[in-house]
C-alpha cells in the first residue's frame, strides 16, 4: 500500500511530483557533520533520536559519523531499524503490555535493546518478557525533569525502581533517562539552559543516591536538539539523543540560538515540502496542493520559501491557501514552491519517500521506513 | 512499507494492537443507512467525499446503498479507487500540471473521471491531456460561494470558464462544483443554513446565466456533512458530496444538530482510536501510547471516551497526556481506552488498517489503500 515515489535518482527536479518531502543534501550532510564534529572527543555519546527520520539510510549515515546507536520511540519503530542492520536501538519510552513487551524482547535477541521504565509492575513484565525470549533487555529508569509527561520522581522513587531493576533477572539496569522535551522549546537560550540545569542537578542527585546504595548507575541520557550542548555541559549527562537537527523545521527556527553567554552550534534548515500552486483566483490569493495531509500543523503553518510579502496562511486537508500582501507577487499556478514544515518529525510521518536533491537533480529518493510504526 | 495490521478477524477486541484505528460497525452501518434513507426519493444524488475514509470497502458499502459514485481529492487517491474498482470518481479539486493531467487522463479510460477546473489555462491543459490519451475529461467549474479558497468568482467570471470547457475538445462540461467548506463547522444550524441559502443563491444565479447562452449545466454538487440537507433543500444542487458522516469526529461533535428551525440528520461516533496508557507517574496524570502521530491535532485534542473527569489535555508526538481531575480516578497502566479523534480525515491517513469491530471481536481488518495518496 505504499505510494509510489516521487522521482526517481538522476531526474531533474522539475520532474518531482508534489506534494513531495525533499532533503537538501549539501544542507542535511552540513547538520551531520556539525553535530558529529560538535560531539567528537567530547567523552558524550551520541545517540540521534529516529523517530524525527524513520529512515535507515539516514541511521546509517548517523553511525558512520560517530552515533553510537539510535533512539527510537516505539517497538515497531525500533524493529525497523534493527531490521535495517542497526545493532543498537534505545526505546526511549515505556513500552507496556504482554504482547507489546513479547516482541520487545524477541528483539533483544537481535540487537542491543534498551527501553525506558517508570513502574515497578511493568520493569518485573519486562523481566519476565525478557526471561520467557532468552534476551538481556536494559533497562533505564524515566526520571520526570521537569516535563512532566512519564517519568518516576527523582530522588527515592527513582532509587527504589532502580534497585528493583537492577536485582531483576533478565534485566540490566543501564542508567537514568532525563530528558527534558518541554526545554527544547523554550525561545530564549537562557531560558533553555536554565530548564536544562535544573534537570541535570535532579539527575546527578538521583544518581549519586543510587550510586551509594551499592548499584552502579552507567549512564544519563537526554537532551534534544533544542538544549544538548548544556546537557553535554553538564558533566552528568553521558549521551545525547537529538533529532531534528538533520532537518530541523519552523518551529526550531523560531527558537534563538545565541545569547550574551553563548553561541550554540545551529543548523540548517534541509526538509522542505514541495508544492504546486493549483489555483490562484484572486490578487490576495493562491493555494497549493499540500495542506494538512501534508505538512503537520500541529506546532504552525509550513513557512513559504522565497517569495516576500506571500505567506502560508491556511491549511486544509489538501489545500494551503496562500495569502498575499497587497503590492507582492504570488505564485502563478503550476509554479513550485518549498516549504519549511512546522513541525519535521509528524510531518516525515506523512510520507512513504524522502527525496534527496543536490543542486537541480535527485541524487536519491529514500524509504521512511517506519513511517507509520505507531506499535 | 505498510505496517502488520494490528489485529486479525475474529481476534478478541482485547488483541487490538494499539495504538490502532478502530470502526464501530454498528454505528458505522447505521450511519451508512442514515444517509442513505435521508437522501433516497430526493432526486439528489449522494456522492460521498472518499478523502475521509481512503478506503474502497467502505466506498462499495456507500455504492451499494445508492451512491453514484465517490469524490476523491487527489489524483492518485482516484487512481486507488477506480483501482479497486469503483467506475465514477469525481476529483473535487483542481489539478495542474502536464504529469498530473496526463495522469488523470489516463484514469478517464478505464472509468468516468471528473475534475474541478478555476482557470481557462488550466481547462485547455485538460484538453490537451484528454485529446493526448483519447479519452474524456468531465469538468466543473468550481465556483466561489464564500469559502475563499479554490474557484472562480460566480456570475460572468464562471460562465466565461463554463463556455471555455463546453467548447474544449475532449472535455465535457459537467456543471458547477459549489462547496462551502468553512460553513460545515459553522456551530448553530441557522449559520450552517444561512451560509448555504447564499452559496445555492450564488449558485442558482451563475447556473441560470449560463444556461442562458445556451450551455446545458447538468448538475450543481456540492455539501458536506455539516450541511448537506440545505443543499438538498435548495432546489440548485443535485449531488451532495459528504465525507465526515460515516465516522465522525470531536470537531463536527461540537456542531449544533436541531435547532427551532428543524433537526438534521445525524450521526454516531463510529471511528476510534484505541490507546494504552504506558503510565500513570502522578494523581493527576496518565499517559497513553497515542499521541499526534496517531491522532491529528489540527482540529482539537482527541476526547477521551467514558472517563468521567479525566481529558486528553497534551499530545506530543507518540504521548497523549490525560489530565485527571482531582477526585475522579484515571486509568492504570496497561488499561486500554478509547478516543474520539479531533479531526477524522488527517487521522485515517496516519494509519494503513482499520480495524472493524462488532460487540467484542474483531471482524474485519480493512486497507486504507489510498492513505499517504498525495500526488
Chains 1, 2 share one sequence.
Not at 317 to 330: C, T
Amino acid at each position: 500500500m505504499s505510494q509510489a515515489p516521487p522521482a526517481r535518482a538522476g531526474d531533474p527536479i522539475d520532474a518531482i511530483d508534489t506534494p513531495a518531502l525533499v532533503l537538501e543534501l549539501a544542507a542535511f550532510e552540513a547538520n551531520l557533520e556539525a553535530m558529529a564534529a560538535f560531539v567528537r572527543g567530547s567523552g558524550v555519546r551520541l545517540r540521534p533520536h529516529a523517530k524525527s527520520h524513520k529512515c535507515p539510510e539516514i541511521a546509517k549515515r548517523q553511525i558512520a559519523l560517530g552515533a553510537v546507536g539510535v533512539c527510537a520511540q516505539k517497538t515497531s519503530e525500533a524493529e525497523a531499524f534493527v531490521d535495517a542492520g542497526i545493532g543498537d536501538v534505545f526505546v526511549s519510552n515505556e513500552v507496556v503490555g504482554r504482547a507489546k513487551l513479547e516482541r520487545l524482547a524477541r528483539l533483544a535477541r537481535r540487537a542491543k535493546v534498551s527501553v525506558c521504565c517508570d513502574d515497578a509492575a511493568n520493569a518485573r513484565d519486562i523481566a519476565a518478557a525478557a526471561q520467557a525470549a532468552g534476551s538481556t533487555v536494559e533497562v533505564f529508569v524515566e526520571v520526570d525533569v521537569g516535563q512532566h509527561r512519564c517519568g518516576v520522581a527523582p530522588g527515592e522513587p527513582a532509587v527504589a525502581l532502580a534497585a528493583a531493576i537492577a536485582s531483576a533477572p533478565g534485566l540490566r539496569f543501564a542508567g537514568l533517562h532525563a530528558y527534558h522535551g518541554g526545554a527544547q522549546h523554550l525561545r530564549a537560550v537562557a531560558e533553555r539552559r536554565a530548564a536544562v540545569a535544573q534537570a541535570a542537578a535532579l539527575a546527578r542527585d538521583t544518581r549519586a543516591r543510587i550510586e551509594s546504595r551499592g548499584i552502579a548507575c552507567p549512564l544519563v541520557t537526554g537532551g534534544g536538539t533544542g538544549t544538548f550542548a548544556f546537557e553535554m555541559a553538564s558533566g552528568v549527562y553521558g549521551e545525547i539523543q537529538p533529532g531534528s537537527y538533520v532537518f530541523m523545521d519552523a518551529d526550531y527556527n523560531r527558537n534563538a540560538w545565541a545569547d550574551a553567554g553563548a553561541a550554540l552550534p545551529s543548523f540548517a534548515q534541509s526538509l522542505f515540502v514541495l508544492a504546486t500552486v493549483m489555483s490562484a483566483p484572486a490578487a490576495d490569493r493562491a493555494v497549493v496542493d499540500a495542506g494538512l495531509k501534508a505538512s503537520s500543523v500541529d506546532s504552525g503553518m509550513p513557512i513559504l520559501v522565497g517569495w516576500p510579502g506571500v505567506a502560508y496562511a491556511k491549511a486544509s486537508d489538501e489545500h494551503g491557501v496562500l495569502a498575499i500582501a497587497p503590492g507582492a507577487r504570488g505564485p502563478a499556478p503550476g509554479e513550485r514552491v518549498r516549504l519549511v514544515p512546522g513541525h519535521c518529525d509528524p510531518t516525515v510521518n506523512l510520507y512513504d519517500w524522502i527525496v534527496c536533491v543536490r543542486g537541480d537533480r535527485v541524487e536519491a529518493v529514500w524509504p521512511i521506513t517506519a513511517r507509520g510504526a505507531l506499535a
